[in-house]
C-alpha cells in the first residue's frame, strides 16, 4: 500500500519549480534518523523547515544543529527555547494533578510531545506549511503523541512519519542502511560510538530504553544515569527545603544553602539539581505503551519526584475527603490521557478545568529533607489547613465549640455503618450451614 502522500512525493524535485515545492515543518533533532529523513524528503520535492524545542535537554549544541540542518538543505531552520512553557503549561499542571502512569512513571516525555507539537504547528501556520513531519518509530508512544496533538491544534495540516511509509521503510531496513544513505548524501556523521540504549531527554527527566535495556533482567549501568547520583554514593547527611505552594503550584524554594527561588523555572532547576545530588528520583519499570506493547523504560526525574511527594502532603492538609477521593479519579484520567497523546483533547481540558477547582485552597509551605533517594516529609503548614489540632487531640473531649465532637457518638456512627456487615454476615453464615448440610 502506497504512502497516502505518495503521488506528491514521489515527484522529483527537479520537476516542481521552487514556488510550487510544498513546506514541511520536520522536528528535527540533528541525529541520524531526521537527518536521513530532511534529504530524503528534501528528494520527495519538498521544502523542508527544521525545527528543534530546547526543553532543557542536557548539553545540546543547537549551533551544531542549526549548521547541520542547513548542510542537509534545510531551507530555515527554528531553534526554540521552549524550557519555561514547559514547566509552567505542562509539568506544574501535571504537578496540580499528582499525575503519575500506572502508579509509577512521572510521564516526562508524555508532557514535553504536546509542548513541542504545539510550536510545530503554530511554525507551520506562519510559514504556510501543509505538513509537518517527525522521526518517531511506528512501535512507539511518541507518534501518536505527536499526530493526536497536531491534528487537534490544526486538521488541515498533514503529518508525515516516514517511519510508517512503506517506501522509506523498504529503503532503511536498519542502521547500516542509514549510515551507508548519509555517506552518499554527505550528511555528517557524529564519530562518537553510540550507547547501546536510546535516551530522551528534557528538563523534567531523563529516559532510557532500548538496546541492553530491552531485557528486563539487565540492571542499567551506573554510568548510564545523567540527572542523579547513585544513591549510595550521595551526602551522608540530609539536605532540607521549604517548599510554598499556590494554588496547587510551586511558587517558592528555600533552600538550606540559602538559595531562595521564586521563578517558576528557577525553582524547578533548583529542585532538579538538589535533589539529582541526593540521588532521588531514579526509577526502572516495565510499562505497557498505548500501541498495545510492553516496554522496560529508566527513568529519573528529580524535581518531579520531589515536588510530587510535596503537593501530596500540602493536600493532605487541605483537601476534604471526599474532593480527595474523586480528585485520585481525576488524578489517574489526567495521567491516561497524557501518556497517550491527548493532551490537547475535550476530556483532557474538563479534567484539568476540574483539577484547578480542586486546588484553590491547596495554600501553604511544606518543608523536606533530602537523603541518600529519599524525599522525607519534615512539616507542613497552610492557611487554608482543615486539620485541627483541638479536634484530633486525644486530650479535649469536643474538639471545641465549633465542632462539639461528642466521642459518645461515635457509637451510633459505628452501628448504622455497621448495618451491611451484619447482613453480609448473615447471608455468608448461610450459605456456611446449607454447604455443610
Known sequence: QRHPLAENMAEPAAKKSKTERPKVVL??????????????????????????????????????????????????????????DFVVNYVYEAVKANAIYESRYLLGTSLARPCITKRQIEIAQKEGAKYVAHGATGKGNDQVRFEMGAQALDATITTIAPWRDPEFLEKFKGRTDLLNYAAENNIPVDATPKANYSVDENLFHTSFESGMLED???????????????????????????????????????????????????IFMY?????????????????????????????????????????????GITLDREVVRIRDRLSAEFATLAY??????????????????????????????????????????????????????????????????????????????????????????????????
Open 27 to 84: 522536528a528535527y533533532s540533528g541525529g541520524l534518523d531526521t537527518s536521513t529523513i530532511l534529504v530524503w524528503m528534501i528528494e520527495k520535492g519538498f521544502d523542508v523547515i527544521c525545527y528543534c524545542a530546547d526543553v532543557g535537554q542536557l548539553g545540546e549544541d543547537f549551533a551544531a544543529i542549526t549548521e547541520k540542518a542547513m548542510r542537509c538543505g534545510a531551507i530555515k531552520v527554528y531553534i526554540e527555547d521552549l524550557k519555561e
Open 216 to 266: 528486563p533482567m539487565t540492571p542499567p549501568d551506573k554510568s548510564m544515569w545523567k540527572m542523579t547520583v547513585d544513591p549510595t554514593d550521595a551526602p551522608d547527611v540530609g539536605e532540607r527545603i521549604r517548599i510554598e505552594f499556590a494554588k496547587g503550584v510551586p511558587v517558592k524554594a528555600t533552600g538550606a544553602d540559602g538559595a531562595v527561588k521564586t521563578d517558576p523555572l528557577e
Open 271 to 315: 529542585l532538579n539539581e538538589r535533589a539529582g545530588a541526593n540521588g532521588v528520583g531514579r526509577l526502572d519499570i516495565v510499562e505497557n505503551r498505548f500501541v498495545g506493547i510492553k516496554s522496560r523504560g529508566c527513568y529519573e526525574t528529580p524535581a518531579g519526584t520531589v515536588l510530587r511527594e510535596a503537593h501530596l502532603d500540602l493536600e
Open 340 to 437: 497517550n497523546g491527548f493532551w490537547f483533547a475535550p476530556e483532557m481540558e474538563l479534567v484539568r478545568h476540574s483539577l484547578d477547582f480542586v486546588q484553590r485552597h491547596v495554600n501553604g509551605a511544606v518543608e523536606i529533607e533530602l537523603y541518600k533517594g529519599n524525599v522525607i516529609i519534615k512539616g507542613r503548614e497552610s492557611p487554608n489547613a482543615l486539620y485541627s489540632a483541638d479536634l484530633a487531640s486525644m486530650d479535649i473531649d469536643d474538639g471545641g465549640a465549633l465542632f462539639d465532637y461528642n466521642p459518645a457518638d461515635s457509637q451510633g456512627f459505628i452501628k448504622i455503618n455497621s448495618t451491611r456487615l451484619k447482613a453480609y454476615f448473615n447471608m455468608t453464615s448461610k450459605l456456611g450451614a446449607a454447604e455443610e448440610s
